[in-house]
């Protein structure tokens, strides 16, 4: 009986397990099984490889073909396992040189005609190779430059089976190469919006660099056409380049996602998700077969993600939120086992006051009976509401404003300033669990606070009064934090607590 082996990787969540790919074959009626395969994927690789062997001109063995994916206990899924498997059977056949095959990781999906299709995961698929010690990686060749980025991978890229096998000593012609295209300037990722463009809105703008400052969760409640989309989709322009860790993981998550041009190099921006309010909880959580796709709480990852007309979000996918917010991750149950993502982003919610969006300041010209206007906002449930520390009205700017106002602050400017807050805030953090004031837990805010017990009298005040709860007190005292750290403040002084109060001004929402 002759053997063929070679690896391929079994992505699960963020991780990859090396998995031992062997063939057997045995001078026996023909066949051809695949041992332990429980994904239809995986399954219809067979069909996938067969075809690919044929007609790349390799000749299809006449034998009993086993071939075993080993440890069985591992869940495989995707297509991405066809290569390796048919180069351990060519090895087997002695096609191919066994001794070239064994050590080597292969990668990608099989087209009918030999040619080798990209795979999602490669990059996490590959720095799992290398970890465990098995650098050599055969993939597609659409998928090398995302593999190049993985330090250490010795990388081998492929166009087809044929060109594979015959790396691997098969006994053909050379195989012809398509001429790559010529590489172009890398991607021009959208332009991220600029701030200048927000005219007046003083407090919005606040709240949204104070938001960026300090990592705090965001609601923003408003008519329409006040400017909440547009000052959502400028604060990740004011967030700061991804440290080296942050952003190999989030090229893994948006790799794994399908949402990743390798051309462009590493992702170093913070992302920005803005899923619409039909969207399914997997399409914000993560789902699907074979192997998960990371949903839109997860391509947020390091970044923001933002959900406009928040309220209009059904239930079940607000719920599915908590995880994240707890946690920073979401796990996926699979038969196989849980996939996890990490999810750690910020929330920037965008909401009308009311169904028909008149309910604004004395809220006159709102038409809703109170019911439709409780029932609109007990959709974002305190649970939700409990983790946003700044909650703000944006008014709309009105015509003769915009005319007599010249353009706002640049984002530049602003993401200076946040990138010194950040810096203060990495500086009393270190050797905490925490990186930003928003992950603070309250008692450690309270106890850092010192002794000045003057400056929690306005908050006494207010939680007597009943206009705070406790918890709303922490959120104050998270925004003041970063208000301190803004202004390059050792602490809070009782200012930073007064304006800490006025950036809830929707505090009767959640309080
Ligand atoms: N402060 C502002 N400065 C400049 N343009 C504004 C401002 N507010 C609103 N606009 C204009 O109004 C449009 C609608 O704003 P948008 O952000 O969609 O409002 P909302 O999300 O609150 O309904 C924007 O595309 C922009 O052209
Ligand atoms: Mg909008
Ligand atoms: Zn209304």
Same mark, same amino acid.
């Given at each position: ?10 992505? +699960? ?11 057997? $074959? ?26 690919? !062997? ?55 999906? $099989? ?66 190469? &398509? ?138 996918? +607000?719920?599915? +939120? ?9 796990? !996926? ?50 649970? +939700? ?16 404003? !915009? ?28 050797? &905490? ?48 934090? &970063? ?29």
């Amino acid at each position: 009986m002759a053997l063929g082996r070679t690896l391929a990787v079994s992505p +699960l969540g963020m991780s990859g397990h090396l998995v031992e790919v062997e063939a057997h $074959l045995a001078a026996s009626v023909p066949g051809f099984t695949l041992v332990g395969l429980p994904d239809t994927a995986l399954a219809e690789s067979r069909d996938r490889v067969r075809a690919a !062997i044929t007609s790349s001109g390799l000749g299809w063995p006449q034998r009993r073909i086993t071939v075993n994916l080993s440890p069985a206990s591992l869940p495989k899924a995707g297509s991405g396992f066809d290569l390796a498997i048919a180069v351990a059977m060519l090895a087997g056949a002695g096609v191919v040189d066994a001794s070239r095959t064994a050590g080597v990781v292969h990668l990608g999906e $099989l087209a009918l005609d030999g040619r080798l299709r990209p795979v999602r995961g490669v990059l996490p698929a590959v720095s799992a190779a290398v970890a465990a010690g098995r650098p050599r990686v055969v993939v597609p060749e659409a998928n090398a430059a995302e593999a190049l980025l993985v330090p250490g991978a010795d990388v081998v890229a492929a166009q087809t089976l044929a060109e594979v096998a015959f790396r691997h000593g098969a006994d053909i012609p050379r195989p012809e190469r &398509t001429a790559a295209p010529p590489p172009g300037p890398p991607p021009e990722r959208p332009p991220v919006p600029d701030l200048a463009d927000v005219l007046g809105q003083h407090e919005a703008r606040a709240a949204l660099e104070v938001a960026a400052a300090g990592g705090h969760h965001l609601l923003m409640v408003g008519p329409p056409g006040a400017g909440k989309t547009m000052l959502a989709a400028r604060m990740p322009g004011l967030l700061p380049d991804l440290s080296d860790d942050d952003a190999v993981e989030v090229t893994a998550v948006h790799s794994v996602a399908g949402t990743f041009d390798p051309a462009g190099g590493l992702l170093r921006r913070p992302p920005f998700e803005d899923p619409h309010h039909t969207a399914t909880a997997a399409a914000i959580i993560g789902g699907g077969s074979g192997v998960p796709r990371p949903g839109a709480a997860s391509r947020a990852h390091r970044g923001v993600l933002f959900m406009d007309e928040a309220p209009e979000f059904s239930p079940g996918v +607000l719920q599915t +939120l908590r995880q994240p917010l707890e946690h920073g991750e979401l796990v !996926i149950q699979r038969a196989g086992g849980a996939a996890r993502y990490p999810a750690r982003f910020q929330l920037v919610l965008a909401a009308n006051p009311c169904p028909c969006g008149k309910a604004v300041g004395k809220g006159l010209g709102c038409v809703c009976p109170p019911v439709v206007r409780r029932r609109y906002w007990s959709r974002l449930s305190g649970p +939700l509401l409990d983790r946003v520390d700044l909650q703000v009205e944006v008014h709309a700017v009105s015509r003769v404003q !915009i005319g007599g106002t010249e353009a706002g602050e640049a984002t530049d400017a602003v993401a200076a300033r946040v990138r010194s807050a950040r810096a203060r805030q990495a500086e009393r953090l270190a050797g &905490t669990p925490w990186r930003t004031n928003a992950e603070v837990p309250g008692h450690w805010l309270r106890a850092s606070l010192g002794a000045d017990r003057s400056l929690m009298a306005d908050l006494d005040r207010a939680l007597d009064r009943g206009a705070l709860s406790l918890r709303g007190v922490d959120r104050v005292l998270r925004v003041a934090w &970063t208000l301190a750290d803004l202004a390059g403040r050792p602490t809070p002084r009782r200012s930073d607590i007064g304006q800490g109060l006025l950036l809830r001004t929707r505090g009767q929402v959640s309080a």
